[in-house]
């Protein structure tokens, strides 16, 4: 079967059969920031947006995003590229596996809660492992990331 | 691994009830747990399309549309507001915010699952399921049914008087829950169910009157009542916990929860 649907704000299509998964088509398609971790829809590596929210593209039926809005760490570089830099400098990631599906995550919750405490930055993360570093450093770059973000918004 | 024929997205309730007839067809939720099954399916039905995805709120009661998402559930300012954000806190450590954007209420409930956080708060509180083909069942009664070919539509939640806690143990944060536990005060009757047993949640009511038909409850009367809810039912034994230790922490989160639903 056809789909056809809107990636990273190109219309593309693909030809997939009924069970055929969104993290596949999507790394056919050439997103190879899409990591294929666990596989039983736990360690967050495979999440992309639908229609602006983040899911596990291991977990979801290709047929699903017919029509749909996807994107994935490819369509969101500016995004990616200011916040990864705070991540980078606490040396928070060793192999940076776990990376683009923290990445992503991370963004969906700065878009949802711009001002989040530390308990809701856990919160909204616990489903994106990481089983190298840890997440202290992910904390300490986030933290350092939104710190420069209010100083930024306050002209300091 | 899952292995599916065909996808269809259905039209109409109808069209996904005639296909669900088929014993190979399956009705696709969040497709989380399904998709950890070696099921062939030969096709799968998706709702998604139906406009079962909403929260209706009346004057007295909410209706939840199958399709309607945990994390949904979670952020639903007023359904928590009247469950004492007992929803929010089953469903909050259900692996992640992405897991939780397309696990379904409708999975949940019909799957009936003996690791359910989202069945065993829903039987605390007055529920009811709406199903296609068999009208409407309160949630109780609908937990000890076997598996059927109806479609779930809505969940319906009627807005009785309710004090009401959630709390679950479990090994670490986002895993499946050791055992799950609501305690609730509904009309001013209490009551208990507990899930992950690992069995499906059971009902268990203050038979003994040990909580009273008050809303607020003294530390002693909670642990009797933990004490007598938790040899209501029977234990299992798995991986994460023999049965043994569960029936200890049933004792323990019914008592906390109990005081916590009854806190003035």
Known sequence: ????????????????????????????????????????????????????????????????????????????????????AFIADQGAEQCGFCNPGFMMNAIAMFRENPDPSDEEILSYLSGNLCRCSGYEGQLRGIRAYLDFKKSQKEGV | MLQIRNYVKAASLDEAY???????????????????????????????????????????SFEIGAMTSLRQLETHEALNKYSCFAVRDAVKDIVGVQFRNTATIGGSIFGRYGFS???????????????????????????????????????????????????????ARTDFPILTCAVSNLEGRWCAVLGARPLKAVFIEDKE????????????DTKKFGEYACGQTTYGSDLRGSADYRKQIAAVLIKRAALSAGKE
């Open chain 1, 1 to 84: 079967m056809k789909l056809n649907f809107l990636l990273n704000r190109k219309n593309v299509s693909a030809e997939i059969e009924a069970d055929s998964l969104l993290i596949d088509v999507l790394r056919n398609l050439g997103c190879y920031s899409v990591k294929r971790g666990c596989e039983s829809s736990n360690c967050g590596l495979c999440t992309v947006f639908l229609n602006d929210m983040p899911v596990l593209s291991c977990s979801v039926l290709a047929a699903r995003a017919e029509g749909q809005r996807v994107t994935t760490l490819e369509g969101l570089q500016g995004e990616a590229e200011d916040f990864g």
């Open chain 2, 209 to 220: 009157n040990l909580l009273g038909s008050k809303n607020t409850v003294t530390e002693e």
């Open chain 2, 117 to 171: 956080d989202v069945l065993t708060v829903f039987m605390a509180m007055d529920s009811y399921v709406k199903l296609y083909k068999g009208g409407i069942a309160p949630l109780r009664e609908y937990a000890l049914r076997k598996a059927d070919r109806d479609i779930v539509e809505s969940i319906i939640v009627n807005k009785k008087p309710l004090k009401i806690s959630y709390m679950a143990q479990r090994h």
């Open chain 2, 18 to 60: 005639e296909l669900n007839q088929k014993k190979s067809n399956v009705i696709i939720g969040g497709m989380h747990w399904l998709k950890m099954s070696r099921k062939n399916v030969d096709t799968a039905i998706d709702l998604s399309g139906l406009g079962l995805n909403f929260i209706r709120e009346t004057d007295d």
